[in-house]
């Protein structure tokens, strides 16, 4: 299973972004999609996780924020984040789960937000 990520880039405070990533050379079960994002000198945190069945979950700092949806026949992952701040300035980083392959990574992608 490999992961494609798109999206990211630099935006303004108060602005929006969308997240899109998808896994490809999946033929069973992904349990949960999502992302993740490290700051610089800061550990990984959680931004938002959804499950096949659509249960989502959402890190502290970003609830009322950011929105994931998830297309289980494409294996793809949405993340709009609205109402950026500088402080969300990170490598954003895809995350799927399954039984089937365990856990695997996308390689990350920029977010920087200006003040």
């Known amino acids: 299973v490999q992961l494609q990520a798109s999206g990211g880039g630099l935006v303004q405070a108060g602005g929006s972004l969308r997240l899109f990533c998808a896994a490809s050379?999946?033929?069973?079960?992904?349990?949960?999609m999502g992302w993740y994002r490290q700051a610089p000198g800061k550990q990984r945190e959680l931004v938002a996780t959804i499950t096949e069945d659509r249960t989502t979950n959402f890190g502290d700092s970003v609830k009322g924020r950011v929105t994931i949806s998830r297309n289980n026949v494409g294996n793809t992952v949405d993340l709009q984040m609205r109402s950026l701040k500088p402080e969300d300035t990170a490598i954003y980083y895809c995350?799927?789960?399954?039984?089937?392959?365990?856990?695997?990574w996308g390689q990350g992608t920029l977010v920087t937000v200006s003040s």
């Open positions: 995350k799927v789960e399954s039984a089937w392959y365990g856990d695997i």
């Open positions: 050379g999946a033929f069973f079960r992904i349990d949960s």
